[in-house]
C-alpha cells in the first residue's frame, strides 16, 4: 500500500492519509492520489470533479466554508509551506455536530486531509506562505456557499497563532454556528 489512513480522533469520518514517500539522494517520488486506494481506505465512491490551488502569506486565514446544497467533499493537502487545517462537523444529526479537529498539513510531511461532506473547512497559514491543493467531489458554487465565524466560541477553535489573522470580507461575516444554516 502507498498511504497509511488514520481518522482524526474527534471527527472519525475525517481521515488523515500518510502516503509512501520514496527518497533518495536525487530527491523523492509519492504517490498524491491514487483512485482505487482511496475508494478501498478512506471513502468509496468519491468522484473528484475539480481541482483547486491557492497560494496564500502567513497569517491569512480562509474559511470556514461548506456548501449546503451541492456539499462538497475535500481532499486536501500543501505542497509548499505549513498551514493549520480544520474540519468543522456541520451535520445536525451528527454525534459530532459542532466538534472540531485540526492538523498541520506541510509540503514537508506531505499529509493529507479528506474532509467529507457537511463538514466546514479552513487553514490558516503558518509558514512565510504557502501553495494548497485540493480536490473537489462537487463544483463550486458560489450561492450555496455558507461561512462559519474562524473564532466562534461555541465551537472553540484551538488556532495556534498569536495574531490577528488576515481574513475577506465573506470570512469576517461568517455566522456563528448557533445561526448557521446546517445540514440536516
Given amino acids: 500500500m502507498s498511504i497509511q489512513v488514520t481518522p482524526v480522533s474527534?471527527?472519525?469520518d475525517v481521515k488523515l492519509i500518510e502516503p509512501k514517500?520514496?527518497?533518495?539522494?536525487?530527491g523523492f517520488f509519492f504517490e498524491s492520489f491514487n483512485a482505487r486506494e482511496f475508494a478501498e481506505q478512506v471513502q468509496p465512491g468519491v468522484e473528484f470533479v475539480q481541482d483547486n490551488h491557492s497560494r496564500s502569506a502567513r497569517g491569512?486565514?480562509?474559511?470556514?466554508?461548506?456548501q449546503i446544497h451541492h456539499p462538497q467533499?475535500?481532499?486536501?493537502?500543501?505542497?509548499?509551506?505549513e498551514v493549520f487545517d480544520v474540519a468543522v462537523d456541520v451535520r445536525r444529526s451528527s454525534p459530532t455536530f459542532g466538534k472540531w479537529e485540526g492538523v498541520v498539513l506541510s509540503g514537508d510531511n506531505r499529509?493529507?486531509?479528506?474532509?467529507?461532506?457537511?463538514?466546514a473547512h479552513g487553514f490558516v497559514v503558518l509558514s512565510?506562505?504557502?501553495?494548497?491543493?485540493?480536490?473537489?467531489?462537487?463544483?463550486?458554487?458560489p450561492e450555496h456557499e455558507r461561512t462559519l465565524l474562524w473564532n466562534d466560541p461555541d465551537i472553540g477553535i484551538e488556532w495556534p497563532i498569536e495574531f490577528e489573522p488576515v481574513l475577506a470580507a465573506k470570512d469576517t461575516a461568517g455566522k456563528r454556528l448557533a445561526d448557521a444554516e446546517c445540514f440536516a
Fill in 128 to 141: 512565510e506562505s504557502a501553495q494548497f491543493l485540493y480536490k473537489t467531489s462537487d463544483f463550486w458554487y
Fill in 10 to 12: 474527534a471527527l472519525p
Fill in 21 to 26: 514517500v520514496f527518497g533518495d539522494a536525487r
Fill in 60 to 66: 491569512v486565514l480562509r474559511g470556514l466554508h461548506y
Fill in 73 to 81: 467533499g475535500k481532499l486536501v493537502r500543501v505542497t509548499e509551506g
Fill in 111 to 119: 499529509r493529507q486531509l479528506w474532509i467529507p461532506p457537511g463538514f
